[in-house]
DNA sequence: GATGAAATGTTATATTATAACAACATCCCC
DNA sequence: GGGGATGTTGTTATAATATAACATTTCATC
């Protein structure tokens, strides 16, 4: 498993864009979607979702543990992987599984299948959103007599830049 | 990340089959893709490829380590993983990312996208072959500037069994 | 047989994840 | 508001997974 490299560029697929606003809304989302579910989102799950969102590309549960020690708390490792826990059983965020990582969802609102591109050099992650790739998915999982709820996919590959470092 | 449980059935999806057949075909596959391409399959990881398929679905490198230690060798953990490592690399086997477990690729002969079934409750593993599927993801990933090679995609799901008794 | 490259052995340690139990908070019922 | 059930967090210890670093051996080739 290729190591995570410190996180240079952040957020590679999306260029510019308001990072704040980006993570406000997703604080939001999951402010109201909790409530709906009568679950609670906690001072503690609502501060690792930031953090998770503020990084903005697939951070491990030692990377937000260090970032939340960082803000004050005394956390050890089973608090965020609870709230981590929490946060995935939600749909709020998504693990990495290649990465040992998690990342924000975009789309928390029902269940789905998520889809991410991994590049196995330098760890970029890019988010699909291909009908077909999703419907092919649920096609092929019913068959199977797979049940599939909110989960993600990952395609690891090498993406357009570090393609091009290789093949120099 | 659930716990995979002791293996009581094995390899569900393929029913009764000659498993030692199976798992010698794997293995001449392997040494003639070998020789044709002048790497090698030296003793060590054949057997640990051995090892991967009679297990027959996804085994821990820490579970092969076990069984080669049975068998007589003193191995540690970096002889397993460098030869799991070397049948990675060469599509003789595949990591199943979320479960930190490796299983043996059916068709190592060229490079493809192999898709699996995992159940997050059992870790029953159903390979499927969907072409429509295998399509839509090197299309999307294309699109996205990706360059998918030999590479696994994981859906986790609930499997008919699992379902069932869930609903009980 | 000498040599360089590849593979393996060996020891130590890093990284990721969870078990187990204590303490505290929240909710609901009365 | 007391009191108990439930859920959440704190805390300590440890399990499970993976790799670094360097020594030794094996293998193909000359």
Redesign the pocket.
């Known amino acids: 498993?290729?190591?995570?490299p410190p996180s240079s560029k952040s957020h590679p697929q999306h260029g510019k864009h308001d990072h704040r606003a980006c993570i406000a809304r997703a604080v939001a989302k999951a402010e109201a979607l909790c409530r709906d579910r009568g679950?609670?989102l906690?001072?503690?799950?609502r501060r690792v979702l930031e953090l998770v969102w503020r990084a903005h590309e697939p951070i491990?549960?030692?990377?937000v543990l260090e970032l939340l020690r960082a803000e004050n708390?005394?956390?050890?490792?089973?608090?965020?992987?609870?709230?981590?826990?929490?946060l995935v059983e939600q749909g709020l965020v998504h693990?990495v599984?290649s990465?040992?990582?998690y990342i924000g969802c975009i789309r928390p609102e029902k269940p789905h299948v998520c889809q991410y591109l991994v590049c196995r050099t330098c760890g970029t992650t890019a988010e699909l959103n291909d009908a077909r790739l999703a419907s092919a998915i649920t096609r092929s999982a019913a068959a199977a007599g797979f049940e599939v709820g909110t989960q993600a996919i990952e395609v690891v590959g090498l993406c357009d830049q570090c393609r091009d470092t290789a093949a120099k």
Chains 1, 2 share one sequence.
């Open positions: 498993m290729p190591k995570l679950v609670r906690t001072e503690l799950r491990g549960a030692y990377g708390s005394s956390a050890a490792p089973p608090t965020v992987y609870r709230a981590l826990d929490f693990r599984e990465r040992n990582a």
